[in-house]
């Protein structure tokens, strides 16, 4: 199957300061990446849908200038953690769907995972 | 508004029996059923995809199927193993953007 890799796996922070979290397809272009987030022993929930060339859409009740999506080429969508609060530590999960796929079968790869931590 | 449910949300069973996970959903008009493995503190890896038109998939020991009319999904795995151990999430999702309504999970052990 289709790789997603992100990076970086673990991340920890002081209060206040950005953290960036890179997505890549590794093996595949992906006009349409999803940015998830998961807490403890939670199912994950959708963020935002990343649109290459164009803006991100974004999910009720998530902010927009706090969670920054940059999805500048076919193989690499970006989540910008601004001002990163204790709160905003978490499990931040991205997917991607292979938009060459002949026959689209709507099949989602999802990459390991980032782990944030912020003091 | 489409809901995905998964019952048990855990399930601990001796090594090499049979088992099914089950997933229901409300609204019957899924485009697919998706089925994936979570390790702990680790990504999801993508088991099984059902399209609305099929009623089963396999791969392996693993096999999904699906019965709309009832708005329901099971994963049966065969001769388990400890390394099965993991928590299975199934997805729903409702139409070509892909965008997937999660299950809650469950959380399978396989004891030696």
């Known amino acids: 199957g289709a790789v997603v890799s992100q990076h970086p796996s673990r991340v920890i922070c002081k209060s206040g300061t950005s953290v960036k979290i890179e997505c890549r397809s590794l093996?595949?272009?992906?006009?349409?990446m999803f940015w998830y987030r998961q807490f403890p022993k939670q199912s994950l929930m959708l963020m935002a849908t990343?649109?290459?060339?164009?803006?991100?859409?974004?999910e009720q009740g998530v902010e927009k200038d706090k969670f920054l999506i940059n999805h500048a080429s076919l193989t690499l969508s970006t989540l910008t953690v601004t001002s990163a609060h204790p709160e905003d530590s978490s499990f931040y999960i991205c997917s991607a769907r292979d938009t060459r796929q002949i026959a689209n079968t709507g099949e989602l790869f999802f990459g390991e995972g980032s782990r944030l931590t912020v003091l | 508004k489409q809901e995905v449910t998964q019952i048990p949300a855990a399930l601990s069973v001796p090594e090499g029996e049979n088992l099914v996970l089950n997933c229901s959903f409300t609204d019957s008009a899924i485009y697919n059923l998706q089925w994936f493995r979570q390790d702990p503190g680790k990504g999801l890896t993508s088991l099984l995809l059902i399209q609305s038109s099929q009623r089963e998939q396999t791969s392996g020991r693993l096999n999904a199927s699906l019965d709309k009319s009832s708005g329901r999904s099971t994963l049966y795995i065969a001769a388990s193993q400890p390394g099965d151990s993991a928590t299975y999430l199934c997805a729903a999702s409702m139409d070509s953007n892909y965008q997937l309504i999660w299950g809650a999970g469950t959380k399978l052990i396989i004891k030696p």
């Open positions: 093996d595949f272009q992906a006009t349409t």
């Open positions: 990343s649109n290459e060339g164009s803006k991100a859409t974004y």
